[in-house]
């Protein structure tokens, strides 16, 4: 038996053993798809000062930087493939052993590994298209990559001639109270709450984890660093994701088709 044997097998039954699990990822959680995490040394936002809201509605200029920068997919998040990690958890929703999953990342990879749209709640928008900031309309990237590109034309709204922006929440730009909500409500829904590859210091996202221990759920956090909220949880794992979460799903396989333990 190696070492990280025995806390993976832990995990397993805590899965196994809750009513209703949520589980809340962060940027560790699409290294492993080859996404760097934009906010560790190195990162996009080390090399580049973010475009805040209120620049990017104020000025033309800095609406070109951010699709200049958007598609010459500088971000890294072009061409990325959910990894093991996201397959597990495509996996314990489709059995219903997960009922959503909250995610600070924006790379659309859960919804690429097969979870439906409506279990995914974003809290900082996706990158994988885009929107009317004065209708809603959504806009595709493909679309607007060659109007701009090709003609140099700023992404405005085919249909009311509003500002375009990527669909994800910007720095200064207000959080999305519809998928705030919605978060909060399965949080406080759920009796085991499972974090992944988040560090936990951006707020308000990282509020979630206390809010649901402190509700009674257990707490489980899987990443590669300890992270301030390692004193609430039951569970920590500090590893990679892929490995864990796949030898997580087969004990979980192994167990549903072996008769129950007679210990229970
Ligand atoms: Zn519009």
């Known amino acids: 038996m190696t070492e990280s044997e025995s806390p993976r097998r832990e995990l397993a039954r805590m899965i196994a053993g809750a009513k209703r699990t949520v ?3 962060g940027a560790g959680m699409s290294t492993e798809s080859g996404i760097p995490d934009f906010r560790s040394p190195g990162g996009v936002w080390s090399r580049m000062k973010p475009i ?18 958007a598609f010459s997919g500088v971000a890294g998040w072009v061409g990325a493939s959910p990894n093991a990690g996201h397959m597990a958890i495509a996996q314990w929703v489709a059995q219903k052993r997960v009922s959503s999953v909250i995610t600070q990342n924006v790379d659309n990879l859960h919804q690429d590994s097969g979870v439906p749209v409506e279990r995914v709640i974003e809290l900082h928008g996706n990158a994988s298209y885009a929107t009317c ?11 607007l990559k060659q109007s701009f590109l090709g003609a140099g034309e700023i992404p405005s709204c085919r249909d009311c001639g509003g500002i375009v922006k990527s669909a994800t929440i910007s720095f200064g730009q207000a959080m999305p109270e519809a998928m705030m909500q919605r978060a909060r409500t399965e949080t406080l829904a759920c009796d085991l709450f499972v974090v992944l590859g988040s560090s936990l210091v951006v707020y308000p ?7 649901a221990a402190r ?7 899987v990443n590669r660093e300890p992270t301030d909220q ?22 979980l396989e192994a167990d549903v088709t072996r008769p129950p333990s007679p210990r229970h």
Do not use: Q, Y
């Not at 390692?230 to 004990?251: Q, Y």
């Open 52 to 69: 805040t809201f209120d620049e990017f509605v104020n000025s033309e200029e800095k609406r070109r930087e951010a699709w200049t920068r």
């Open 215 to 221: 509700n009674g759920a257990r707490l489980a956090i």
């Open 230 to 251: 390692d004193e609430f949880t039951d569970l920590v794992i500090n590893d990679e994701i892929g490995p864990v979460l796949s030898a997580v799903a087969a004990t």
């Open 205 to 211: 996202a990282a509020g979630f984890p206390i809010m």
């Open 23 to 25: 589980i809340f990822t």
């Open 133 to 143: 900031l004065d209708c809603g309309l959504r806009h595709e990237l493909e679309v």
